[in-house]
């Protein structure tokens, strides 16, 4: 008994070394921030080993603390390896879809009960046709065959990117499209609405043309997997509006050309209202839609507020405001654009017109050469005596220009991504809409609205922007000034999530080696050296080799953006690395050069 007692703090020494590895496993994901991958806690647990050895030598008898000292060595050794292996392993990019079927979707229960009448096959050929005719929309520039089904935000997505594209005298040819596969992957409840996130599984020949600079030329074969949201009022018997062009409610023939408005003529039925059938609300890259932060759609507090807010507003779901914010923020950069602040007045307060347009450019006009909009998420509540405030955090990637007669200038010479918040805000004791200022709609009467820097309403004489019946923009704000705004007003907040969550999924290895392939297909040439240096890095990074090959193609195609995390010592670390992938084959282009000038510049880096 004696001797069990005196050996017990063997054992007990033992576990915590154990323990101590276990703690590095799961303390978070993606380790330590090292490129190299494993993580702090290291040094505790090789000190706590050495105490024990020395005890072991000087307390067992031979050959004992031989055995059982080498014994537990190797055991620290094998599960440190493996622990650091599990770390690298646990990063989001790793996390990409490869398009495999999901055999069990969560909630998927639950939805069907809402709607017995939904047919999983018929839904995903809906899917597939959408998919098809969006690709034509998109290479004709022409939204018109799919308007009815697509919802305000998605229209002015395409119709911006179309405006800047003319600007820069550019088509983009599509072909060889192939779909490989369509799989249902998350179901949601928002409101008295449901969404179905659907995974999309292709490839196709994608080719940028401007006739106005050949050096924005770009493309190339894709295999890619999107995400599709798609949305629709829980409940309601399905209409079809994939396969027919009548309207869902009276039935009479829709217009081929619906312009801004989804609405049918005879009846005036909103046909993406998502009444009649689910409406395409949301199209998602599959690097985004993987680092879209989980814990800010189930925050318990969210929850609850939104459960107030639906309560007070029976028009209130998140997806619908997102899809307001999406609009609304894609109509202003038009308007800086084309210096043409009349596109964004009647949906912005007076205040926040004075603020922004005064920042419009004076010279020359500004397009954009790409333009998403990656991820936009609803952070914040705010209220005062009046008004329901929302912060919505809008994250998107730009290359911008400036045109000249025959020629652009590049103000961004690699796609860059940014983060801003919207404030959004309407009247707690609001009048029902009766159209939507947003797709061009009197609130009050629901009369058609042209764009003008007038903000009356020529049939019923109400103010356009009012927040009395719609949701207004009230400002756009960095995450620095909207830090300082929720400080400032913290009383009024019932619920906020700090902006930088959207990106925290996101380990500092991830934007290294993002940014590296960024950096690398700057030339829109990926040579042999450059694939060997990623692959060695993506070995380091602990990243699944056989995923590399989808990211050559985004970065290749030009669909991977600049990122980079808050910690200006990690900007510099991550800088320092895309210098050496730029050397990779021994040569650094004109391009590259300039990419990684910019950066040093954009994020005022000291090397």
């Not at 005196?6 to 380790?31: D, E, M, N, P």
């Not at 450059?530 to 602990?542: N, S």
């Amino acid at each position: 008994m004696k001797s069990n007692r005196k050996y017990a703090w063997i054992a007990l020494l033992v576990c915590s070394i154990f323990a101590g590895t276990a703690a590095v496993l799961y303390a978070r994901a993606g380790g330590g921030g090292d490129f190299g991958g494993g993580g702090d806690g290291g040094g505790e647990g090789l000190g706590t080993l050495i105490y024990i050895l020395i005890r072991i030598i000087i307390e067992l008898p031979f050959p004992f603390n031989v055995i059982v000292g080498g014994g537990i060595t190797v055991g620290f050794i094998i599960v440190t390896r493996m622990s650091r292996k599990t770390i690298k392993e646990q990063t989001i990019l790793n996390q990409l879809p490869s398009g495999e079927p999901v055999k069990k979707v969560k909630g998927y229960e639950r939805f069907i009960a809402a709607n017995p009448d939904f047919d999983e096959e018929l839904f995903k050929r809906a899917v597939r046709e959408t998919f098809i005719k969006v690709q034509k929309a998109w290479e004709n520039q022409n939204v018109s065959e799919i308007r009815r089904f697509i919802s305000d935000g998605v229209y002015q997505r395409f119709n911006t990117q179309f405006k800047m594209m003319s600007l820069l005298k550019q088509k983009n040819i599509i072909s060889d499209i192939n779909i490989k596969n369509v799989y249902i992957d998350r179901v949601e409840s928002d409101g008295l609405y449901d969404i179905v996130h659907t995974a999309v599984h292709a490839s196709l020949h994608d080719r940028f043309v401007s006739e106005l600079d050949s050096s924005l030329n770009i493309g190339g074969h894709e295999e890619f997997v999107e995400y599709w949201s798609f949305l629709k009022k829980r409940g309601k018997p399905r209409k079809d509006m994939y396969f027919t062009y009548d309207c869902p409610n009276c039935g009479s023939p829709l217009p081929a050309d619906m312009g801004e408005l989804s609405q049918c003529p005879s009846c005036n039925t909103i046909t993406n209202s998502g009444e009649y059938d689910w409406v395409l609300s949301e199209i998602t890259q599959a690097d985004d839609y993987i680092t879209a932060n989980p814990r800010l759609a189930k925050s318990p507090s969210l929850t609850e507020k939104i459960r107030s807010l639906i309560d007070e507003n029976e028009d209130f779901a998140v997806q619908l405001i997102e899809d307001k914010a999406s609009n609304g923020y894609l109509q202003i950069l038009t308007a800086r654009a084309f210096n043409d602040p009349a596109i964004m007045r009647r949906f912005v307060s007076d205040e926040f017109f004075e603020k922004f347009s005064a920042e419009f450019p004076q010279d020359k006009k500004i397009a954009y050469n790409r333009l998403y909009v990656n991820d936009v998420t609803l952070i914040g509540v705010a209220d005062d005596d009046a008004k329901n405030i929302l912060s919505v955090a809008i994250k998107s990637s730009f290359q911008r220009v400036r045109l000249g007669a025959k020629s652009i200038e590049k103000i961004d010479y690699a796609v860059t991504s940014r983060t801003e918040v919207m404030l959004l805000g309407r009247d707690k004791n609001f009048t029902p809409s009766k159209g939507s200022i947003y797709a061009h709609q009197c609130a009050s009467c629901g009369a058609p609205v042209e764009n003008s820097l007038s903000i009356t309403c020529a049939y019923c004489g109400s103010a356009l922007n009012s927040t009395k019946g719609e949701w207004i923009v009230l400002d756009i704000l960095s995450p620095e000034h909207y830090e300082e705004y929720v400080n400032t007003n913290s009383d009024n907040f019932s619920y906020q999530k700090d902006v930088k969550l959207l990106d925290k999924l996101m380990d500092v290895r991830d934007f290294a080696f993002n940014n590296v392939m960024v950096i690398m297909a700057s030339d829109g040439v990926f040579q042999d050296e450059e694939k060997e240096f990623a692959r060695r890095l993506a070995r380091k990074l602990g990243y699944n080799e056989s995923k590399l090959e989808p990211f050559f193609q985004m970065a290749q195609s030009g669909q991977l953006s600049i990122r980079m995390p808050d910690n200006p010592s990690k900007i510099a670390k991550i800088y320092r690395l895309m210098e050496k992938a730029a050397m990779a084959d021994n040569t650094i282009t004109e391009e590259e050069r300039a990419v990684l000038e910019h950066i040093k510049s954009h994020y005022r880096i000291e090397t």
